[in-house]
């Protein structure tokens, strides 16, 4: 553990989605961001405009080489591809930083069995950082599971419907081996299922996985088969969680959570929105019985949530329903040994979260049979996993190469000219800013 009164100095690593770690560290009372990594220049320009603005420096890198080898870095936030974290994340930590990884945790089974052991050889912190569990009204639902007052859970849900079709070309370029156009229907799981597993800390013991049927004229004509994905988990108590997600149609998204216990539910409003001025009513109902059974009384508000009552900790990142502050926050405490470092999310919980969706696709192409998911805490578990590579990135998979949907009718490549005109709409939309 570093010291407690020491600033970290961090990196991160991905411009795009990593901005919002990047503003987070600008304003951190206990870091300072000290440098920023992404081949895409435009992102480092904003980057050191911003840094200019603030009237500090923030060393600007477009090669992972040169970035890790920053003079005193303390930690690095991986914001880089989905599906490349495992390989850079133990680069980091072989290095001797701490890593703050996005989503998702691993790709492969055989990743996530080679990122939890560098992780205990290497002692450094791993978080996770899975947003999604700290939402106004997740986060609120978190904190109330563990106080005891809800008692056991028995069924959740989780919900996760975004419809990313009008902004594919932002989300990929173009690029036809772009990670988010091999997406199978359970992969992108953790923001649905997460946050229930962070809430209960249950484990999961063995899930069953569907993919919907094709939206017509939907993301396929955009490149990629973009189907939702279901995962109905049972946990190491017996409880079922069913978690959904992906690009039905909605406007605004919808982000839900419903938990049963021994003593009543915890729900969220379902229209409940990423985008606060959008989200229509209260966000959190609470039913608990009382002395008599089946009489209970509701609760319905609005959490402000939040570990941070007292203003501390106000740092004007309100994204994400209030939640992204708190990954970075929290896993900057869990290496100063400070108090709210024990909302962090550790290595063994972020891989419980990513490997339900990666054995759900499994479940999926043999035909929705249950699948046993490894305690991969457990050493003797993690043999059977070692060298387990199918995923749907070939350079990876080799001759394990997963198709990305189950449906015949979705593998036929599009062509060339789809992901021309989609990198045409892009290009326009980059000239425009
Ligand atoms: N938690 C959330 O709410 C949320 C939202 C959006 C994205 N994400 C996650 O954030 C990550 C990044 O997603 P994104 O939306 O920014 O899109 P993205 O994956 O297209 O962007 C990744 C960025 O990293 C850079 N990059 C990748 N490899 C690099 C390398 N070797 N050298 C230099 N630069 C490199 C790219 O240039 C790009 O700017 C993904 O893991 C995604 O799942 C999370």
Known sequence: MEAKNKRLKIGVFGGARGYTMIQVLFSHDKADLVAVCDKYEPLLDKVKEKAKELGTEVACYNNFEDFLNHPE??????????????????????????????????????????????????????????????????????????????????????????????????????????????????????????????????????????????????????????????????????????????GLKREPGSINYQLYCDKGVMESGRHFSRHPERSVGNCLYVYKEGEELCKGDWEKYDPDCQIARDGRLKSGIESHAGSDFYPTHCFIEKILGGEDGKWSIDVYQAVDMGICGILAWRSVLNGNTPMAVPNLRNQEERDAWRNDRACTTPEKAGDELLPISSHEELLVDPGDEVYEEIRRLWLAGEKQK
């Open 73 to 246: 870095l303390d930690a690095v936030v991986l914001a880089n591809y989905a599906t490349e974290h495992v390989p850079f994340a133990i680069r980091c930590m072989k290095a001797g930083k701490h890593v703050l990884s996005e989503v998702l945790p691993c790709e492969t089974m055989a990743e996530a069995v080679e990122l939890i052991e560098a992780v205990e050889e290497t002692g450094m912190v791993y978080a996770y950082a899975e947003n999604y569990c700290y939402m106004q009204h997740s986060f609120e639902m978190w904190q109330r599971y563990q106080s005891g007052e809800m008692g056991e859970a028995h069924y959740g849900e989780g919900e996760y419907i975004h419809d990313c079709s009008s902004i594919w070309p932002r989300c990929t370029y173009g690029d036809r081996n772009h990670w988010r156009n091999r997406l199978y229907a359970t992969f992108y799981c953790t923001h649905s299922l997460g946050p229930l597993i962070a809430m209960t800390g249950l484990r999961p013991k063995s899930v069953v996985g569907f993919e919907t049927n094709p939206i017509k004229g939907g993301l396929l004509a955009k490149g990629t088969a973009g189907l939702a994905g279901i995962e109905m988990v049972t946990m190491e108590n017996g409880a079922v969680f069913k978690s959904i997600h992906g």
